[in-house]
C-alpha cells in the first residue's frame, strides 16, 4: 500500500507564502516523477510544476519565478515553496508521484489534496 499526505496549506495575504510537503510512504520501491496540481472552483485541474528524478524541472507560466518546486529523495517527500502570493492562485494543491511499488509495479499516486487561500 502507497499513500501519498500533504501538508502545509492554509490561508494567506497576497503577497505572502506558504510551503507545501508531500511524503510518500508505504511499500515503495522507487519514485519517478513528482509533481504538483491545483484545482480552483469551477476550473479544470492544471499543473503547477514537476520535478523528474533527472532532468528538466517544468513549471506552469503562472507560477515561474514564484513558486520553486523540490524533492528529498531520502525522504521521499516533494515539496513547493510559493512566494509573492496572488488571490489568483487560491485553489486545492494536490501532488502525485509516479511510483513503483516493491511488487515491482509502476503507477501514478495521488494526494488528498490541501487548501490554499490567498486573500487580497
Known amino acids: 500500500q502507497v499513500q501519498l499526505v500533504e501538508s502545509g496549506g492554509g490561508l494567506v495575504q497576497a503577497g505572502g507564502s506558504l510551503r507545501l510537503s508531500c511524503a510518500a510512504s508505504g511499500s515503495i520501491s522507487d519514485i519517478s516523477n513528482m509533481a504538483w496540481y491545483r484545482q480552483a472552483p469551477g476550473k479544470q485541474r492544471e499543473l503547477v510544476a514537476s520535478i523528474p528524478t533527472g532532468g528538466m524541472i517544468n513549471y506552469a507560466d503562472s507560477v515561474k519565478g514564484r513558486f520553486t518546486i523540490s524533492r528529498d529523495n531520502a525522504k521521499n517527500t516533494v515539496y513547493l515553496q510559493m512566494n509573492s502570493l496572488k488571490p489568483e492562485d487560491t485553489a486545492v494543491y494536490s501532488c502525485?508521484?509516479?511510483?513503483?511499488?516493491?511488487?515491482?509495479?509502476?503507477?501514478?499516486?495521488w494526494g488528498q489534496g490541501t487548501q490554499v487561500t490567498v486573500s487580497s
Open positions: 502525485s508521484a509516479r511510483i513503483r511499488s516493491t511488487r515491482l509495479f509502476w503507477d501514478d499516486y
